[in-house]
């Protein structure tokens, strides 16, 4: 593991193998989400009942760079949402 500083932010590296590393960003990341509020009726069915906004706490930025067949990728997702992917694409390509 490696810490270090860009600018006002710091961050880890977490290298997981020869292919694969993961740079953990010190932020947290706040998004608006908005949703129905569902209430169930005497028959079993689900109506809505009103509707709510908010902020979510994403976490921190992790970026996932992946070392395949000469090729740099990455991508990027937050700490509480793993399976989802923000972004990706690729670095270099030799």
């Known amino acids: 593991m ?4 860009i600018g006002k ?3 880890k590296t977490f290298v997981l193998s020869s292919e694969k590393i993961l740079i953990v960003c010190n932020d947290i990341i706040w ?3 908005s949703g129905d509020i569902k209430e169930m009726n005497k028959t079993g069915d689900s109506i809505v009942v009103g509707v709510f ?6 976490g921190s930025t992790i970026f996932e760079i992946t070392l395949k067949e000469k090729i740099l990728s990455f991508r990027k997702t937050y700490v509480n949402q793993l399976q989802q992917t923000e972004s990706e694409g690729t670095l270099i390509k030799k």
């Not at 490696?2 to 500083?5: A, D, E, L, R």
């Not at 906004?53 to 994403?58: I, T």
């Open 2 to 5: 490696v810490s270090g500083t």
């Open 9 to 11: 932010g710091k961050f």
């Open 31 to 33: 998004k608006k989400n």
């Open 53 to 58: 906004d908010g902020y979510k706490n994403l």
